[in-house]
């Protein structure tokens, strides 16, 4: 019995070894570790657990670089990673909520590296960072690290999660948003000024000698870092209104002490440089900030990288944004093409699937309106140089237009530029134009032509007009490849109409090729110093001579006039060329209302200029009449009081006439005996700048008109 | 407790201190002892009910024939006394309800709006009766103050009956014994691999955060990051550790039968319970102190930035005021104040409350030093330094770079306000002065001749710690004589010697401020042994912990005891939510009222119609309400013993605040002790 019971069980242990042995191999097998034979090692390889890793981008290494820490903890959390995960999540809200800020960054990174995987806690938790913490901050240095951090945060996530065109998107939003449009974004944009800069090199102890400020080495700082400076020095921040309702403005320095202490104050900030030796760029790319994408195109030059420094010319957050925005584009579908190169319009694809898996569509915005971020990035770029001066290749005087008393040098010191608008918009043009050729939105006649006869076929087949209507192809007509091919050419151009439609693509060319233009550049070179010359009282009568070169007379028209003339009525360079041949309004009604702006701003100009003069006119004459009058002016004494009396009585009267305005250089009409402005606009404007309260709109081609987005003063 | 601010403590404004043990906030006798009679007291009785029935309910001749000797004169006598005051107790509620009810009807309220009126005393209640005691006033009738005292009384008779077995054979425990017995364990417990494996873990994760979560902090807070990381970490690991070896332990001697080779020696059954519990408490305790040096050691030798050592390594040693606010006008030169409670901004965490700010504002927040022994230690430093760190809210953008402006009024109690010119006078005449030293000197010397320090337009941002340095004559002319009560500066929470009032001067802007947001720094400790002193914390937790576990594994397998163990103690964490639950004061109600909106696709805020379902639903949410209060009261305050806030921070933690959680520490771990003497004295081991 005992020999029976043992032999069952040696049987029983070399069955299980067997098995054991046989499950082993068939796990090399489907795990893919060993070689297989040629004959079966194309489907075996096909089906291994490796294979299938590699092909569907499922390995931890595929997805994108690797974060050893967090796997290790995620090991050991083994099965219990879920619900760290919530309580931390959970966490994180509480010490939002009770502002404990170093440890809501803390717990953020935490659930972020349990869960690296998953793009949407990465979207929500650096875009919380980014807005919701920052705009906490008082202190700006404070703001700033935090809105730092949000993009800090996505970029990493985006190193773990490659391939992502919404987190590419997103980062580069975020730089567009907070350092273009966001309040407080002077101070914001110095600040990344600042972390593009060596500390070395900033370090405000340099610029002082015995406590007070080195000229030599300040203007030696001046030289080199020109956009950093003017920006501080003239551009205006309105911070509220005082009681009488007049804006309350600042400037970031006033005098060279201030730039130094605006250094002193921000020394420490989230910066390109290694925390060791601070002279050379920190090698890990996420570490830096601004961060930016691999070096991923060809011309190291064109898009900023991590790799090389950034000068004063290029430490633009818009920048950044831009190199984000094309890199993002790496990673979405491409816009199929015709034999001739050009995009074919078309609406976003349905359940697509990269057989790479290397490209994917974002969760948002619609391509197309994803497809155009470097080209809108690049508009910014050009406007930020416009509005803060840097229009052409002139260099900008430091004491320009400035009191002897408030001048930083004692000589004139002229700064060259380091960027430009014109050059800017040159490239806006360009690259609105490739990504109008590339998507099919900016189609030539011709080529539009081509489509509404291709399109004709099925069209008539239907009984509608070409571009009328959209619908599935019928299963009938797929067989007949001439009423596919009308078929996909009526789609196209259905698709294209929306596309124009949302992008507002013909405004931007518009705009882009408007601006690149010499005669423009001048215009605004001539207002931005008209409105420089303007703040202070002594050189106004410059500023009046620049805004009637650039504004003119009703009798005399200026330079704006001829731009109006070129660029905005029907003989668009653009429409000539035989491009855009629908009428661009958003882009006319932009221009438009910005002409009626500067032309109120240059008739309160007038005003006040004149003012002076106007009530001692005003005063005289009606003293006059009161000595003339009966028994008026019997005595010396009497007359002198009348004038203070009315002095008094008439200056408020003379400043209560806001909402009236003479008539302007374009209050008239055109050459062609059309209105300048039509009333609509000028209503519009008015009620833009608070001169009048916001009422019913007289009847006009367009009920509400899109809010101006920034070019021009203001 | 947690850190909003930089360099500033947020302290549980209700936070017990040592005369909240014994007496109530009106100075009438009460407090955390009486509360404590009445819970311990309940379980008691409960326990007492449970052990009189099984007694009695045994029909075995051989036990009924010792009953007398289970049952003893003193608990009987005890016990009966027990239920006496229970009974008068439960007279005095019956009172109070007749009362409650009778004061409804006089004012006319229906039964909806008398609901709306208890939920609102179930929310803020103890809040609002607080606050009067602390004016003095105890807003209570006297059958409700009495039926609070009989309670504690019943429970007090209860709990003695009940530990009267425990304190006899207390006496015959031998220290000599435990300690062999912990000595054991702990030989035991070192030899479990376990242990070694946890604190491998430990010292590769206590190396600074920086290395795991690379620019997770700003420079300033690398060192609270990484203290915060290192106390959870090691909270963690060391809880766990501390589950595993007590929760088995006693279950395992069992399982082995190696307990009867201790048993069958002349051993009290409670001496291997205490020797259990000593043995890992001694081996963990080991433990801490080795990774509490080691955490410091990665701190003092690793990369530190500056501002971060500036910031938190230290120890503060601080003097706190007393909040209130007040809206302040002159009229006729004449100060006339109003009390109010400062503006909720709307911010959803409301801690700290809001003064508006402009030249013209009539709001201060003022700050009053009523204890002149913590101002003579003050009086003793060349400057005091006053640290303050505050919130900002702001309604306007405001100027770029450039904070909000703060103006601090100091006076003391002998401040005339007839010499308002004069003082200006020479105050102006001071700053004047281009010369520091001599203009330091100066306003000193005005300082203590009129009792008064002004400090005006001092610019701040928010989440940043400023200083000020109070001229130290200031603080003498305050203690330099010894005033009569009523010359004191009179405040709604007490008579002060010193007072800070706090105006924003900053137009259309707000200043958020909270009582510990303001103090006087005395000194600064040593952070090393204030980082010993906040491991502390964590000791207590370990011992609560295997307190539990052992206190369960007496009766309860392993896998139990260590569940057990560690659901009261995660639960501690969850006090606040599960006290809004038991108080039906959460949003969404209980957990059957939840279940009913989320299977009708409800909203948790939205009123529900009152059908049979709801009906059953709601009064099932009262039966769990009332087990979850019950439940409530044996969950360990886990969160009291955390004080790793204080190392970041960097506040010194005080040795009479370490008594005093010593203290609650003995009063929990108490009834587990009885428990677990009735528990393992029931056990059948030798059988």
């Known amino acids: 019995m005992e020999m029976i ?161 919404d987190m590419r998107y997103e980062i580069a939003f975020y730089y567009q948003n907070k350092f273009s449009v966001s309040d407080k974004v002077t101070t914001l944009r110095c600040l990344l000024q600042l972390s593009c800069i060596p500390k070395e090199e900033r370090d405000y102890r340099k610029l002082l000698k015995g406590g007070e400020v080195d000229t030599v080495a300040f203007q030696a700082f001046c030289e080199k870092h020109p956009q950093l400076i003017r920006r501080m020095r003239e551009t205006l921040i309105r911070y509220g209104r005082d009681e009488q309702g007049e804006d309350l403005i600042m400037y970031l320095a006033v005098k060279p002490r201030d730039v130094v202490d605006f250094l002193r104050d921000n020394e420490v900030l989230p910066n390109r440089f290694n925390e060791i030796n601070p002279r050379v760029l920190e090698t890990n790319r996420l570490k830096q900030f601004p961060v930016l994408p691999p070096a991923f195109y060809t011309g190291e030059a064109e898009e900023l990288n991590p790799n090389r420094p950034i000068g004063d010319g290029e430490a633009s957050a818009l920048r950044a944004a831009r190199a984000w925005f094309r890199y993002a584009n790496e990673v979405v579908p491409e816009n199929p093409k015709d034999s001739q190169e050009v995009g074919i319009p078309g609406f976003s694809p349905v359940n697509y699937r990269d057989p790479e898996r290397k490209r994917r569509m974002p969760r948002r915005p619609m391509l197309i309106i994803f497809r155009q971020g470097p080209a809108r990035a690049q508009t910014y770029v050009a406007e930020q140089l416009s509005k803060e001066g840097w229009i052409d290749r002139s260099p900008w005087n430091v004491d320009e237009f400035v009191d002897v008393g408030q001048r930083w040098f004692k000589n004139q010191i002229e700064i060259k530029p380091t960027a430009n608008a014109q050059e800017e918009w040159e490239r806006a043009y360009k690259k609105w134009w490739d990504h109008g050729r590339d998507t099919g939105l900016n189609l030539t006649t011709a080529e539009l032509h081509a489509y509404q006869r291709r399109a004709e076929l099925y069209a008539n087949k239907y009984g509608f007009r070409v571009g009328e209507r959209l619908e599935p192809l019928r299963p009938s007509d797929q067989r007949d490849p001439a009423l596919k091919d009308s078929y996909e050419a009526n789609t196209a151009l259905i698709a294209r109409a929306r596309n124009l439609h949302v992008t507002n693509y013909e405004s931007f060319l518009h705009q882009a090729d408007a601006e690149k233009d010499p005669l423009m550049a001048r215009a605004r070179k001539l207002l931005f110093e008209a409105e420089r010359a303007y703040r202070n009282p002594i050189t106004r009568s410059e500023s009046v001579d620049k805004y009637l070169q ?154 509400a008109l899109p809010k101006r987005p920034g070019v021009g003063p203001g | ?375 003579k230690r003050l009086a003793e430093l060349p400057a005091v330094p006053m640290q303050f760190a505050f919130d900002v809210y702001r309604t306007t953008k405001g100027v770029e770079n450039k904070g909000i402006e703060c103006t601090f009024e100091m006076t003391t109690w002998k401040w005339d306000a007839a010499r308002e010119d004069e003082y200006v006078k020479e105050y102006s005449a001071a700053n004047q002065k281009s010369n520091d030293v001599e203009k330091a000197e100066l306003l000193n010397a005005i300082a203590e001749k009129y009792g008064r320090y002004d400090h005006k337009n001092f610019p701040i941002h928010d989440y940043h710690t400023y200083t000020l340095n109070v001229p130290t004559g200031l603080i003498r002319n305050a203690i330099s004589e010894s005033p009569a009560t ?140 009332w087990l979850l209060n019950r439940f409530l009261n044996v969950v360990p305050d886990a969160e009291r013993f955390t004080w790793s806030n204080y190392l970041v921070q960097g506040f010194s933690i005080r040795p009479d605040f370490i008594l005093l959680n010593l203290l609650f520490l003995v009063a929990y771990m108490l009834p587990w002790a009885v428990l677990a003497y009735y528990l393992m004295r029931s056990r059948e081991i030798a059988a």
């Not at chain 2, 569940?563 to 606040?576: E, H, M, N, S, V």
Request: charged share 20%; with cysteine.
């Open chain 1, 5 to 165: 019971s043992h032999h069952s069980s040696g049987r029983r242990k070399l069955v299980y070894i067997s098995i054991m042995i046989a499950l082993l191999a068939v796990t090399i097998v489907a795990r893919g570790v060993v070689a297989m034979p040629s004959g079966v090692k194309d489907t075996a390889g096909h089906w291994s657990i490796q294979q299938q890793s590699e092909r569907l981008e499922l390995s931890e290494m595929s997805q994108g670089d690797v974060e050893l820490s967090g796997a290790a903890v995620r090991l050991l959390l083994t099965g219990s990673r879920g619900i760290v995960v919530c309580g931390l999540w959970i966490s994180a809200q509480e010490k939002q909520k009770r502002q404990e800020w170093n440890e809501l960054d803390l717990t953020v990174k935490s659930v972020l590296k349990l869960q690296p995987h998953f793009i949407i806690p990465w979207l929500f938790q650096s875009w919380n960072l980014a807005y919701n913490v920052s705009v906490q901050m008082d202190n700006l240095n404070d703001m700033y690290y935090y809105i730092a951090r949000g993009i800090g945060l996505l970029a990493e996530g985006e190193s773990i999660n490659r391939n992502s065109p």
């Open chain 1, 550 to 703: 650039v504004l003119g007379t009703q009798e005399k028209m200026g330079l704006w006039g001829e731009l109006l003339l070129k660029h905005f009525r029907t003989r668009s360079p653009l429409q000539k060329d035989g491009l855009l041949q629908t009428a661009s309004s958003g882009q006319k009604e932009k221009i438009l209302e910005e002409t009626y702006e500067y032309q109120i701003r240059f008739m309160r100009l007038i005003r006040d200029y004149n003012r002076p003069k106007l009530q001692l006119a005003n005063l005289t004459l009606f003293d006059i009449l009161r000595a003339g009058s009966p028994g008026g002016a019997a005595s010396a004494y009497h007359l002198a009081t009348c004038d203070r009396l009315l002095q008094t009585l008439n200056l408020p009267a003379l400043n209560a006439v806001d909402p009236f305005f003479p008539p302007g250089p374009f209050d008239g009409v055109d050459p062609d005996n059309n209105l300048w402005v039509p009333d609509v606009v000028k209503m519009q404007v008015r009620m833009n700048m608070g001169l009048i309260k916001s009422q019913p709109m007289p009847s006009g081609p367009r009920g």
């Open chain 2, 1 to 375: 407790m947690a850190s909003p601010l930089l360099g500033v403590m947020e302290y549980d404004p209700n936070a017990p201190s040592w005369k909240d043990v014994f007496f109530e906030r009106d100075g009438s006798i009460g407090g955390l002892a009486q509360s404590w009679l009445q819970d311990a007291g309940g379980f008691a009785a409960v326990g007492l009910l449970v052990w009189v029935i099984y007694v009695l309910a045994t029909p075995s001749p051989a036990v009924a024939g010792s009953r007398r000797k289970l049952i003893s004169k003193f608990m009987a006598v005890t016990g009966v006394l027990a239920l006496i005051t229970y009974l008068v107790w439960a007279g005095f509620v019956v009172t109070t309800n007749i009362e409650k009810k009778q004061r409804y009807e006089a004012a006319g309220v229906t039964s909806e709006q008398q609901q709306q009126i208890e939920k609102q005393e179930r929310e803020q209640g103890k809040q609002r009766l607080r606050e009067k005691m602390e004016q003095g006033v105890d807003p209570r009738s006297f059958a409700e103050r009495w039926r609070e005292r009989t309670l504690a009384i019943a429970g007090l008779f209860a709990l003695l009956a009940v530990c009267e077995p425990f304190f006899l054979d207390f006496a015959r425990l031998r220290w000599r014994r435990i300690f062999a017995l912990a000595k054991l364990s702990f030989k035991e417990a070192v030899r479990r691999r376990v242990v070694w494996v946890f604190l491998l873990f430990l010292i590769v994760i206590l190396f600074p955060t920086s290395w795991f979560l690379p620019r997770s902090a700003k420079p300033e807070d690398a060192l609270k990051a990484t203290i915060n990381v290192n106390s959870t970490l090691m909270t963690v690991m060391l809880i766990a550790t501390a589950l595993l070896l007590a929760g088995f332990s006693i279950p395992t001697d069992v399982k082995n039968q190696t307990i009867h080779t201790i048993v069958t020696k002349p051993v009290e059954r409670f001496e291997v319970v205490m020797g259990r519990f000593l043995g890992y408490l001694t081996l963990l305790t080991i433990a801490l102190v080795a990774l509490t040096g080691v955490s410091l050691l990665f701190i003092f030798t690793s990369n530190i930035s500056p501002k971060a050592i500036e910031e938190s390594r230290k120890a503060r040693v601080v003097v706190y005021g007393k909040l209130e606010f007040l809206k302040e006008r002159f009229q006729n030169r004449q100060r006339e104040s109003k009390a109010f409670e400062g503006i909720d901004v709307g911010k959803e965490y409301s801690y700290r409350h809001f003064i508006a700010g402009g030249p013209l504002t009539t709001h201060r927040a003022i700050w009053s030093f009523t204890d002149p022994s913590e101002l």
């Open chain 2, 486 to 625: 009523e010359s004191l500066l009179k405040n709604q929470r007490g008579s002060a010697y010193l007072q800070i009032k706090l105006k924003c001067e900053s137009p259309s802007q707000f200043i958020g401020v909270a009582e510990y947001d303001l103090y006087f720094l005395e000194s600064e400790g040593n952070f090393w042994l204030n980082y010993f002193k906040g491991a502390i914390g964590l000791w207590c937790r370990l011992a609560i912990v295997i307190g539990l576990a052992v206190a369960a594994s007496t009766y309860l397998a392993g896998v139990v005891s260590f569940l057990i163990a560690l659901f009261l103690f995660l639960g501690g964490y969850f006090q606040d939510f599960l006290r809004s639950v038991a108080s039906d004061t959460n949003v969404g109600g209980g957990p059957f009222e939840s279940f009913h909106r989320l299977v009708k696709g409800q909203t948790s805020a939205g009123e529900l119609d009152k059908t049979p379902t709801v009906q059953a639903s709601l009064f099932g949410d009262e039966i769990y309400r």
